[in-house]
C-alpha cells in the first residue's frame, strides 16, 4: 500500500489506520521539531499531490476486510489540507464507511479557507490542529511558514473550525526548549487557549529525533505550563517518550498488559506507545507470555500481542 499506513497504536486514537495526501516532504511549514525531516517543497497551493482515486481504491480494498481500526487519520508526510481531493476522500469514507470515525491532524494553516472548511464539514469527526506560538516572532521560528501565512491566520482559521463546523477539537502546542517556553509567550497561548476553548489542550514536546536542531522539556516543564496556563482539558502528550529510564520489568509488563487488554498491539507499536526500546519490550512481552496472561495472535500477515480473557 503506498498511500496507507498501520493501523498503527497512538495513545491518543488507539488503532489508528493512517493516510498520507502529501509525498515527502510537502508542508506549508518547515517546523524545527519536525519529525518527518526538513520541508522540501514548502508551498501554500492546493492541489492533488497524490492521485486521490489510488487512495480511495486502497482505502476500500482495506477497510472491506473489516480490521479492527479506531480512527482513519489523515497525517503522514507533510500537511494533509494542501490536498485538493481531502473532501473527496472524506466523502468516500462517510459513505461506504460511516461507522469509522475520522481524524485530521493539521498544522491549522489552511483552516482560514472556505474550501478547507467545506471539505471538513463533509465528515471529519476529530481534528488535532497544531497551535505552537501566539506571537508572529515566535511563530516565525518555531513553524517558519510559507510566505503568506502568519499567526493571525492561523488563529483565524482555528475560529473557524471552532465556529462553523461541529468537529470535535484536540488543540495541541509543541514546547521546544529557548523558543516558545518563556513566561510570555507560555502566556499569550495560554490566552488562545481559553478564547478558543478546544474539547482537549494537549502539550507536547521533542520527543524523535528533529529535522533540525532542537531540544525537548522535562516532564516536570510541561507539568508546569500546565498549571501555569490552568485550562482544565490539558493533557501532557510525550512524556512517555521523555520520560525514559530504566523501568523495571514488572512494571513494564503491568503497562504492557494494560494496553493490549483493550485491543491487540505489535510489538513495535508497544515499543513507540511507552517509550521503550523495542528490546526492553520484548523482555517483559515474553514473561508476560510465559505466564499466560497475554498470547501473540495473528492477522493480515502480522503479528499482535493480546491480552488473555482472564485478565
Ligand atoms: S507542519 Fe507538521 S509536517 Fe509540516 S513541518 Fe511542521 S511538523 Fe512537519
Known amino acids: 500500500m503506498k498511500y496507507i499506513f498501520g493501523p498503527v497504536f497512538s495513545r491518543r486514537l488507539g488503532l ?11 508542508c506549508s511549514m518547515d517546523c524545527v521539531y519536525c519529525e518527518v525531516g526538513k520541508t522540501t517543497l514548502k508551498t501554500g497551493e492546493r492541489k492533488e499531490y497524490v492521485p486521490v482515486d489510488e487512495v480511495i481504491k486502497e ?15 489523515f497525517s503522514g508526510f507533510g500537511e494533509p489540507t494542501l490536498n485538493s481531493g481531502l473532501g473527496r476522500v472524506v466523502e468516500f469514507l462517510k459513505t461506504r464507511f460511516r461507522n469509522i470515525p475520522v481524524a485530521l491532524l493539521t498544522n491549522s494553516s489552511l483552516l482560514f ?18 497551535f505552537d506560538a501566539a506571537s508572529e516572532s515566535v511563530f516565525r521560528k518555531i513553524n517558519r511558514p510559507v510566505e503568506g501565512i502568519d499567526v493571525e491566520t492561523v488563529k483565524r482559521g482555528l475560529f473557524r473550525l471552532k465556529n462553523e ?4 477539537i484536540w488543540l495541541e502546542t509543541l514546547f521546544v526548549k529557548g523558543i516558545n517556553d518563556d513566561k510570555d509567550e507560555i502566556n499569550r497561548i495560554g490566552k488562545f487557549v481559553f478564547e478558543l476553548e478546544p474539547e482537549r489542550w494537549q502539550i507536547n514536546t521533542v520527543v524523535r529525533p528533529p529535522a533540525y536542531d532542537t531540544h525537548s522539556l522535562s516532564e516536570v516543564e510541561l507539568k508546569r505550563i500546565k498549571e501555569i496556563v490552568g485550562y482544565p482539558f490539558t493533557d501532557v502528550i510525550g512524556v512517555s517518550s ?40 520484548e523482555v517483559a512481552i515474553d514473561a508476560v507470555v510465559r505466564e499466560k496472561r497475554a498470547e501473540f495472535v495473528y492477522y493480515g500477515g502480522k503479528k499482535y500481542l493480546k491480552g488473555r480473557e482472564e485478565i
Open 113 to 130: 479557507r472556505d474550501d478547507v472548511i467545506d471539505e471538513i464539514k463533509k465528515g471529519i469527526d476529530l481534528v488535532l490542529p497544531s
Open 16 to 26: 489508528s489506520l493512517g493516510v498520507d495526501l502529501v509525498p515527502f516532504k510537502v
Open 165 to 168: 463546523t461541529n468537529v470535535r
Open 242 to 281: 521523555a520520560r525514559r529510564k530504566k523501568i523495571p520489568v514488572e512494571n513494564i509488563k503491568d503497562e504492557i498488559l494494560d494496553l493490549v487488554k483493550r485491543r491487540p498491539c505489535p510489538v513495535e507499536e508497544i515499543a513507540d506507545a511507552l517509550g521503550l526500546l523495542k528490546e526492553e519490550v
Open 59 to 73: 482505502l476500500s480494498d482495506f477497510l472491506s476486510r473489516k480490521p479492527p481500526v479506531d480512527f482513519v487519520t
